[in-house]
């Protein structure tokens, strides 16, 4: 049995994985999270009462707070999630980014370094500290036959990415200097229940739903590589039990689609599903300007995960979509609401963090 330290465990990606701990092994899991405007503990309700779950309010930049967990959950395994991850937000405002994505995990693998070296040598061999991060580290791919290998040089684009590269770095250099047994994993972009609504498909389930204009950047042509979240759930719990220390895996779900086809699948989904009497939810897309440095192709290489540790996604982008589209339309009135109406209402009518 691991006992799984999940940063970042009340966000969008974090809560599918500590989900499918509790639910798919026998494993404890502690999630530690500051919960700012992404990070939600009714994505984890349905674990909520589990003995095997924990939760921790803390911000990975607090060291004696961390180190305070490792000490009384005595972890196994680190997967480190904790992120700040919106390219807009990331552009309006890269401090955060710089401060969570790149001094926190810093700090978390100084916790780490000293909790690693506190332990026997059978718990040190069993010790797992696994970094999850992005393709868009990467930057553009200008070759449409062209995919992400795990040896393909960095090039981000944007201060998010930069940031994400830059803990990537680290993670890596803590393993070369230090023998800390790290992995890390870099994923497209995930998709399915519990996302929060500023990305761009549940952005554009809600808006469609609520007639209001459906924002597509440029004209829509960006290609991204879909993969549904529980895959990736899935995924990161094998890497974090199973892989060897010092690699890196890439995490795809080979569903490359132009964001345009993307937002026109879910249109037509609705329009199948929860017809509008006067028009098609087609008629809401609205084209917008672009945002600067916005990248034009990402697509993973997810062949050395699958050789390796034997994982393959069991969705396709048609059966995902379509899961996700159900989901958000039974939720809309209960978890989209709440969400809608917490810290994030407060910041889009231009109130402060913790400002009543």
């Known amino acids: 049995m691991y006992k799984i330290l999940v940063t970042g465990g009340a966000g969008f990606i974090g809560s599918a994985l500590c989900r499918y701990i509790i639910k798919e092994t026998n494993n404890e899991v502690c999630v530690v999270d500051k919960l700012t405007y992404a990070?939600?503990?009714?994505?984890?309700?349905?674990?909520?009462?589990?003995?095997?779950?924990?939760?921790?309010?803390?911000?990975?930049?607090?060291?004696?707070?961390?180190?305070?967990?490792?000490?009384?959950?005595?972890?196994?395994?680190?997967?480190?999630?904790?992120?700040?991850?919106?390219?807009d937000r990331s552009i309006d405002g890269p401090d955060d980014f710089i401060q969570t994505n790149i001094i926190g995990t810093y700090i978390l693998l100084e916790v780490a370094r000293r909790y690693f070296f506190s332990l026997n040598e059978s718990r040190k061999l069993a010790f797992r500290f696994h970094?999850?991060?992005?393709?868009?580290?990467?930057?553009?791919?200008?070759?449409?036959?062209?995919?992400?290998?795990?040896?393909?040089?960095?090039?981000?684009?944007?201060?998010?990415?930069?940031?994400?590269?830059?803990?990537?770095?680290?993670v890596r250099a803590w393993w070369r200097t230090y023998g800390i047994p790290t992995i890390v994993t870099n994923c497209s972009n995930n998709y399915g229940p519990y996302h929060f609504p500023e990305k761009l498909i549940p952005l554009t389930i809600l808006n469609a739903l609520n007639n209001k204009p459906i924002p597509v950047y440029g004209n829509g042509e960006q290609i991204r590589d879909w993969l549904y979240v529980e895959d990736h759930a899935a995924a990161l719990h094998m890497v974090a039990t199973r892989a060897r220390p010092g690699n890196t895996y890439n995490i795809g779900g080979g569903n490359e689609r132009?964001?345009?086809e993307v937002v026109r699948t879910i249109c037509t989904i609705l329009d199948e599903i929860l017809p509008q009497p006067n028009h098609s939810y087609h008629d809401q897309i609205a084209f917008v300007p672009d945002r600067p440095g916005h990248d034009q192709r990402y697509a993973i290489d997810a062949r050395k995960i699958k050789r390796e540790l034997g994982w393959s996604p069991r969705e396709t982008f048609e059966s995902g979509i379509r899961k996700t589209v159900e989901w958000y339309i039974t939720h809309k009135d209960t978890w989209c609401r709440k969400v809608l109406s917490g810290p994030y209402a407060l910041e889009r009518l231009g109130l402060g963090k913790g400002e009543k």
């Open 258 to 260: 132009q964001n345009i």
């Open 131 to 170: 970094h999850v991060s992005t393709d868009e580290v990467y930057g553009d791919l200008a070759d449409a036959q062209e995919l992400f290998k795990e040896n393909t040089p960095y090039a981000p684009s944007s201060p998010y990415a930069a940031s994400k590269a830059a803990s990537d770095h680290l």
């Open 39 to 87: 990070g939600n503990l009714d994505s984890l309700e349905c674990i909520a009462e589990d003995s095997r779950y924990r939760f921790e309010c803390v911000d990975i930049c607090r060291n004696e707070a961390i180190s305070s967990i490792f000490s009384s959950f005595q972890p196994t395994t680190i997967i480190h999630l904790a992120a700040e991850s919106h390219v």
